[in-house]
Antibody
Framework: QLQLQESGPGLVKPSETLSLTCTVSGGSISGGFYYWGWIRQPPGKGLEWIGSIYYSGSTYYNPSLNSRVTISVDTSKNQFSLKLSSVTAADTAVYYC???????????????WGQGTLVTVSS | DIQMTQSPSSVSASVGDRVTITCRASQGISSWLAWYQQKPGKVPKILIYDASSLQSGVPSRFSGSRSGTDFTLTISSLQPEDFASYYCQQANSFPLTFGGGTKVEIK
């Protein structure tokens, strides 16, 4: 059974870079019509897609975050990572990683999801 | 970008009620839409994909449909465990976008 687990600091200072890693177990991050995505949810608010990566390294980002986001993949470790620079309090959220099931002709939906990790931006 | 307009933002209903939630896409997305359920403090869980395909293990009281760019999630007979928030997501093209969510509350 495929499982995803986010890891990284729960507290980041304003203007610094948020860094999270998602470790995939129970299956390979390589191959198939799967992207690997990051989604976030500010406290009490809705879901926002951050970006996605294919195992080859091809990436797609939310235009609203594009200049601050970098997603990378390490197939040897079965992991993918998120970096969000110049964070502010508005970036405080639960960050989820998820497998994105796609195919030629559509970009995909998310299943399964990691448990999520709360990242708070505060000095 | 494709905008997903979800309504209502909240609905109060009783056990046994039929509940309908709608998402409208700002442009055509074929049937590339998913619905998720999220209970408080929990991870979103996919219920429906491809607009009307039920994810394995999801009760048959959940159903999805499409009419043009309008998509509907229906809960035929609301159960206590269905009180949660529901989100649509267009899966047609990047950037991926979610609806604003619908909170189903106990009446």
């Amino acid at each position: 059974q495929l499982q995803l687990q986010e890891s990284g600091p729960g507290l980041v200072k304003p203007s610094e870079t948020l860094s999270l890693t998602c470790t995939v177990s129970g299956g390979s991050i390589s191959g198939g019509f799967y992207y690997w995505g990051w989604i976030r949810q500010p406290p009490g608010k809705g879901l926002e897609w951050i970006g996605s990566i294919y195992y080859s390294g091809s990436t797609y980002y939310n235009p609203s975050l594009n200049s601050r986001v970098t997603i990378s993949v390490d197939t040897s470790k079965n992991q993918f990572s998120l970096k969000l620079s110049s964070v502010t309090a508005a970036d405080t959220a639960v960050y989820y990683c998820a497998r994105q099931i796609a195919a030629p002709g559509f970009s995909g939906w998310f299943d399964p999801w990691g448990q999520g990790t709360l990242v708070t931006v505060s000095s | 970008d494709i905008q997903m307009t979800q309504s209502p933002s909240s609905v109060s209903a009783s056990v046994g009620d039929r509940v309908t939630i709608t998402c409208r896409a700002s442009q055509g997305i074929s049937s590339w839409l998913a619905w998720y359920q999220q209970k408080p403090g929990k991870v979103p869980k996919i219920l429906i994909y491809d607009a009307s395909s039920l994810q394995s293990g999801v009760p048959s009281r959940f159903s999805g449909s499409r009419s043009g760019t309008d998509f509907t999630l229906t809960i035929s007979s609301l159960q206590p465990e269905d009180f949660a928030s529901y989100y649509c997501q267009q899966a047609n093209s990047f950037p991926l976008t979610f609806g604003g969510g619908t909170k189903v509350e106990i009446k």
